[in-house]
């Protein structure tokens, strides 16, 4: 191609216009030795174009910078650019776009300089990466970075074909050019000169790439190929003038027939052959274990150092010459959260779900799995192979942020939803992640914290549900962001090796949180396989981990557990089974029906759809709010979105129903019924809540002002209720996604009667509450710890000193022990506000006859269940279990068994329950084994943990 070619292809379809510009001081600690590993593995196990790297989504990047941007932040210190630069590196390979990083030199500095309204400071590299992100809106976007010696700039723009926004579809290729700029260097060209020294050889060339949806990716496409090219022509920097797409003609251009690729798509598909067999997945996970083997033996150095660094924001990276796709990892709690990432491209709108801990208020194991059926149907059909959940820490502090994407305070409750998630959302051949393994109890300065506990409290209350979860066959755990003990829980052999491998059995793959580990060395040598996103701490100790046997048996486990969920023998997405999403939202309404608490009722409730002439108040906060779920990973768009307003309106449609937020004292007194919808705006990851609503004032003086008040909670958090007596009606509704207002107006019509449970206690006063010490946590000033990784946008995650120079470290102390939850008020005899398991309906139930049958350590509890009330409903049967005699402390009770029973007006049914020997035994620290002390046990039976119906002393032998 000739000079006045490049010139015209370059003038044809200008594409970049930069909207947003930072400027970022002293950028010198970045070092550019991380981006040959940014590669998709095949590339990247190339030496020879060492300076390319693939790239998937800028538009994180470009976002961040946009954010960072209007936050005005634009002198960031050398940490906050760390992020920035790690976006757009993370983000490769996932989309199969092409990221570049060239030379340029200082002549350019100017024309960006002056034209951007910005001086760089000596730039040194440019990088330019292209995005298929947000396809669907026909909205590519194109990120940018220009790294200077001093200073970086960085920006995203549309891509824009003569002006008009390009027609960019999904699923499909396009040509993207980036054209050589060989102007002489007196016209801002680089100098023959400069490139000699560069090493280029021979005239500066035309760079063709291609990009393609890595979701649609399929053995046999191929990036990157303007790459091999610029390689072959012996370009190893280079200058780029332009960028734009080429979509004239047919959008499938295929750029293998373009000719410019000199056969080597055929060449790699010619030598993946011959691994097809190691991809099948087999029946057992020993033969999965040594397929693995074989491929990762057939792996580059490279290959297998970026695989277990991860791929992308989201995902692990493909490898064409082995025919190993791409993997997509999409994030969790209320569904699929389709705003993160580039998972936007694969998702465009999911159900949106209730919240995890809603569903444990159903205390309904196979409504679990249901519910992790529609959420791994959903993922396949979207092309998502593993789902960054479910969320398993326990409810330990009521202002838990992320206790919405729990499942409450109970171990075994938690342990026996986890089971049946995992086992519904993987029947659907999606891939689940337990996290956060393990001690992530609490938001407040989450990536700075070191939770300490026992021994006996880590086995027997945080690691129960895991236990459950790696039993059902969980394909991934992820690491928590806090320390446990003194170790960070990423790069910690004792989480990772002795907890997870050794004492719980787990064989599948243990991935970071996003951003959680330091030390490369360590990571390897704990018995951690996946360092997300991106592989940062690998990387800053790149010379010393790289090549080894860790890294190699990282890889390993890696591959084996994708080959064994068959990951590598299908493509995961099958849009066919969208047409399944009705089943999906009538699963997650009946999480919402069988969830909501309805903790209060002074007979004011079920409310008659015909109120003619009467006045509904609606008030609060949430009232006009579409709260679908809590904010962070936890995020999710739904489907015929209603507010609590607009939902009532349709179900009151005689009465006059108006909605102020806050109201007068006067619209109080003088309404029929006043409902407030009330929550914490915001709640959410990365923060912790207040337990005092702000809504509060407002509730006390309606509930003093108009005895029919019903106030509704959207939160995940127990709040402070002192206005609970004068209330006529409270309902906890929690995040019930989608279908929450119409489900919480069938619940207040009683066209559904209630028979959601508390997952957790809800205390009189956050003082009395085991894990109210935490929540005034005092940094540790001798354990400061490294700054090197801090991003900007993590700093209030971390405990920063005054100058916001130095990083500590500070103690969450489990000094409660395993008494978590009602265990600790019943123990200390504190009165709560709602016990734990508690919640009502519109009939009542009688427990009666209780039998238990001990057989040496297991025990099979059975007693008559009535419904005495006038309406069908369900019960939430509980069993806990009272040691007597102990040589530990134990709590007065444990919860060991519940079955929800669905029973019809005046009738009974014998109920059944099964203990195993885990009912009974304790972990032992001394002998660091699972004991049971025979002797004498209590089995209670009841409708909540402070309403033991029945009683049985019974004796368990060894
Ligand atoms: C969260 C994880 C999440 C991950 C990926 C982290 O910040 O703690 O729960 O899965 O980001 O988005």
Redo the contacts with the bound molecule.
Sequence with gaps: MTRANMIVLGLLLPVLGFSEWVKVDDFQSYQPDLLPMQANGWMAADAKVSQVTVCADTLAAGNQAARLHRQNETKLGEHDILFQTGALAIELGKTGTVFLRFLIESGLDKSLGSTRGETPVEPIHVKIAVTEQRLHAGNPRVGVLIQGKESVLTGFGKMRTEGKPLPVRRNRWYRLWLVVDNRPADAGGLSKAFLQEEGVSGEPVEVRCAMESSSSYQPGMLTGVGVLKARDNGLTDLFVDDVFVDNRGSNLIDPLKSGSVMGWREKLLEESKQYAHLLKKPDTRDEAEKQAAKLVEAMKPAERFSLVCGDG??GLPAFMRLGIPGINFT??SSGINNG?GPVGSRHARTVAHPCTLLLAATWNTELAKAYGQAIGEECHSGGTHVL?GP?MNLYRVSAGGRNFEYMGEDPVLTGNLVENYVRGLQSAGTGATL??FIANEIEFHRRGSNSQMDERTLHEVYMEPFRKGVEAGAFAV?TS?NQLNGEWAGQSRFVNTDLLRDTLGFRGISMT??ISTYDGVKLAQSGTDLE?PGGGALKKDREKVFGTPDIDRMARRIVAACIFAGFYERPQRDERVEKKRPEWEQTATRVNEEGIVLLKNSGALPLARQQAGKKILVAGNFAQRVELGGD??GHVKGYNLKTYTQTLKEYFADADVSCVEKPEDAQIRSADWVVLFTGFAGEG?GRDTRFVLPDDELITKCTELNPKTVVCVTSGCGVRMEWADKAVAILYVMFGGQSGPAALADVLTGIVNPSGRLPFTIENRIEDSPGFAVLDPKPDKDRPFATDYIGSYVKGEYFASDDKKSYYVHNVQYSEGVFIGHRWYESKKIPVRYPFGFGLGYTAFAYENLKVDVKGQKATVSFTLKNIGKRPGAEVAQVYVSDKVCSVPRPPQELKAFQKIHIEPGNSQRVEIELGSEAFRFWNSATKKWTIEPGEFEIHVGASSADIRLKEAVRVTD
């Design positions: 924001h989201l994030d969790a993160n960054l969320g996290k956060h992820m962001y949180d996003w997300m962070g990973s990851e």
